[in-house]
């Protein structure tokens, strides 16, 4: 199974800055679209940012011109800056990327466990 783990998670204060990334492992032959998205609690999961694996991007209205999301191919990771953190960005973070197994060349979504993203007034 192909694993999505999140790291660089934290509190932080309002206007502050964290990186958070994702490492895909497992049999992996190639990955698609990775992204972020987020939840926060009462709320619906929303959409944070997403890459293509050729480097096109797509921001939430909410995260353009202070998040910046990323990818490095060969190890399989994706990261987002967040900067100017806002309170309104707290949520647990999650991962997504659309991957194609090495053992059986099908795309699937998977998803990550989760990082929390506290930020504080």
């Known amino acids: 199974q192909v694993q999505l783990v999140e790291s660089g998670g934290g509190s932080v204060q309002a206007g502050g800055s964290l990186r958070l990334s994702c490492a895909a492992s497992?049999?992996?032959?190639?990955?698609?679209?990775m992204g972020w998205f987020r939840q926060a609690p009462g709320r619906q999961r929303e959409l944070v940012a997403l890459?293509?694996?050729?480097?096109?991007?797509n921001y939430a209205d909410s995260s353009k011109g202070r998040f910046t999301i990323s990818r490095d191919n060969a190890k399989n990771t994706v990261y987002l800056q967040m900067n100017n953190l806002k309170p309104e960005d707290t949520a647990v973070y999650y991962c997504?990327?659309?991957?194609?197994?090495?053992?059986?060349?099908?795309?699937?979504?998977?998803w990550g466990q989760g990082t929390q993203v506290t930020v504080s007034s």
């Open positions: 497992g049999s992996i032959f190639g990955i698609g679209v």
């Open positions: 997504r990327a659309s991957v194609i197994g090495a053992t059986a060349p099908a795309l699937a979504e998977y």
């Open positions: 890459i293509t694996s050729g480097g096109t991007t």
